[in-house]
């Protein structure tokens, strides 16, 4: 736990939320949502941020599910996923406490 009482995820949560109100996000991409999502429930860090990049850069929306995810682990593949977004404009989101949806950018490949 930090010092101010938060958890290693919820303070990379905190700070992907910030990064992602710092830029304009671009339309979302209506052919994207009216795909099937892919679901990953990581385990391994290196396997699990090459599954999110091969499936963004197909164009899939991706469901990562955190929740049997190690706290580092869990952290450290938020940050990833947001620097990734952020980069690429694509675009994160927080469904629950341990369930982020990722969105291709749009113009992706589909």
Do not use: K
């Amino acid at each position: 736990m930090g010092h101010d009482g938060s958890t290693p995820l919820t303070a990379a949560l905190e700070d992907s939320e910030w990064l992602a109100n710092l830029g304009g996000s671009p339309p979302p991409n209506p052919a994207v949502h009216l795909q099937q999502a892919v679901r990953i429930t990581p385990s391994v860090y290196r396997e699990s941020t090459r599954q999110v990049v091969d499936n963004l850069q197909a164009g899939r929306v991706v469901i990562l599910d955190l929740a049997a995810s190690e706290h580092e682990t869990a952290a450290r593949l938020i940050d990833f996923c947001s620097a990734f977004t952020l980069a690429t404009r694509g675009l994160m989101q927080q469904l629950t406490s341990t369930v982020i949806v990722l969105t291709p950018p749009a113009g992706a490949a589909n």
